[in-house]
Every structure is written in C-alpha cells, then in structure tokens.
C-alpha cells in the first residue's frame, strides 16, 4: 500500500505509467466500479488497491508470483482479486460502451 500511495501522491506521469490513467481517472474509475458495479473492499485490501493490481498485472503481463512480490498478497488473494475486478469491470463495459445502432 505504500508504493501505491507514492505512485497515486507522486507527479501524475508515474500513474500514468504505472496504470495507464491518471489519478483522478483512476480514483473516478474505483468509485464508479464501488458504487455502481458491487466492488467492496477486504479486510485486508482496498478497492483502490484491488483495481491497481488487476491494472498494473495487465500494464506489465506479470504473474502472479511477480504480483504477489509486488503488492505482498498470497496467490489465493491475487488470484480472487483478479476474478472480482475482472467481473465488475465487464458489467462496466457494458454500461459505457453501447452500439451506435443497435
């Protein structure tokens, strides 16, 4: 969580680079999926957190070992977080993309 939060407090081209957004489009993104598309967080992990890893694991292709060094998670975490976030972000696709004539 500190590495995230020095990536997300630093100059906006590390978030950029990290995630492919910037902070505020990020932090819009997390809120949206929270409030519109059932994202809760854990005990032990953020939402915010959840969806940077699922971002950052798809920026850089990695695995989930690399992704469990990365963000310090068990396998079983990484893996379900992966899974939840990859479901709310379908039921969000499906919300802002729309066929021009349907």
């Known amino acids: 969580m500190r590495w995230l939060n020095e990536v997300l ?5 590390r978030c950029v680079n990290m995630f492919r957004m910037d902070t505020t489009t990020l932090l819009s993104m997390c ?3 929270e409030t519109h598309h059932g994202l809760k967080p854990s005990r032990r992990m953020s939402f915010i957190e959840k969806v940077t890893m699922f971002l ?5 292709g990695a695995s989930n070992m690399k992704m ?3 963000f310090q998670h068990s396998s079983e975490i990484v893996s379900r977080c992966f899974k939840e976030i990859l479901k709310s972000l379908c ?12």
């Not at 407090?9 to 081209?13: A, F, I, N, S, V």
């Not at 039921?91 to 349907?102: A, T």
């Open 68 to 70: 469990q060094e990365r």
């Open 91 to 102: 039921l969000f696709v499906v919300e802002i993309i729309k066929l021009l004539d349907p």
């Open 56 to 60: 950052f694991t798809i920026r850089v």
């Open 9 to 13: 407090r630093g100059h906006w081209k």
């Open 31 to 33: 809120n949206d999926l």
